[in-house]
Structure formats: structure tokens, C-alpha cells
Nanobody, 126 residues
Framework: VQLQASGGGLVQAGGSLNLSCTAS????????MGWFRQAPGKERNFVAN????????YYADSVKGRFTISRDAAKNTLHLQMNSLKPEDTAIYYC????????????????????WGQGTLVTVSS
């Protein structure tokens, strides 16, 4: 499985960016796919995810109301629309995938994901 992320860049505070991540090498069915981010000198944190079979989505409190996750199932692609960006959103954003949803797994934890993309840098200037 390979995850190819794109869409990062430099934007002013209050602006928007759309990240995309395409999974190849696997047909998604009951997977969990999402995003983590890591700011300089900080740990990697959960941003949002989508459960492929149910369509359920989950967000970190810090991005609720500003970020929206969506999918294009035909293209095995996950999108993250980021609006009202803040300087504290500056980070490397990683696309992640956990093949096969498992009941009882905490999908807010990085260790729950088997596959990681290369990361895309988002910089929000004040």
C-alpha cells in the first residue's frame, strides 16, 4: 500500500487549503483513513479520520468546525478541506491508513495505523 499526499503550501491566516491523499495497492473497503500532523518540536497528533465502510468521520477538537474530511471512493482518495487556518495549524500533515476496521481500536492514536504517507507541509503565516 502506498499513500500519496498533496496540496500543502503557504497560506495566510484565515485562508484555506485542500489536502488530498490517494491510496494505491489496495481496494479500500473497511479501512480507516485519516490525517495526523506534526509541528516542529512537537509530537505527532491526530487531525481527522474517516471510516471507509460506515462513512463516519472524527475530528480533533482543535479543528472541528474548520476542517472537513471527505472521500472519493472511486479514486481511493481522501480529502481534507482546511478553512480558517491559523498559525498553529502549521505542521507536516501525514496521510494514514489502517486496513480493516477493528472494534476496540483507538483510531486517535498514531500506532493504530499501518501505513503512512510521506507528509506534506502546511505553513500558515500570521
Amino acid at each position: 500500500v502506498q499513500l500519496q499526499a498533496s496540496g500543502g503550501g503557504l497560506v495566510q491566516a484565515g485562508g484555506s487549503l485542500n489536502l488530498s491523499c490517494t491510496a494505491s495497492g489496495r481496494s479500500l473497503s473497511s479501512d480507516v483513513m485519516g490525517w495526523f500532523r506534526q509541528a516542529p518540536g512537537k509530537e505527532r497528533n491526530f487531525v481527522a479520520n474517516k471510516h471507509w465502510r460506515s462513512g463516519d468521520t472524527y475530528y480533533a477538537d482543535s479543528v472541528k468546525g474548520r476542517f472537513t474530511i471527505s472521500r472519493d471512493a472511486a479514486k481511493n482518495t481522501l480529502h481534507l478541506q482546511m478553512n480558517s487556518l491559523k498559525p498553529e495549524d502549521t505542521a507536516i500533515y501525514y496521510c494514514v491508513l489502517a486496513p480493516e476496521y477493528r472494534r476496540g481500536t483507538n483510531y486517535y492514536h498514531a500506532r493504530s495505523y499501518d501505513y503512512w504517507g510521506q507528509g506534506t507541509l502546511v505553513t500558515v503565516s500570521s
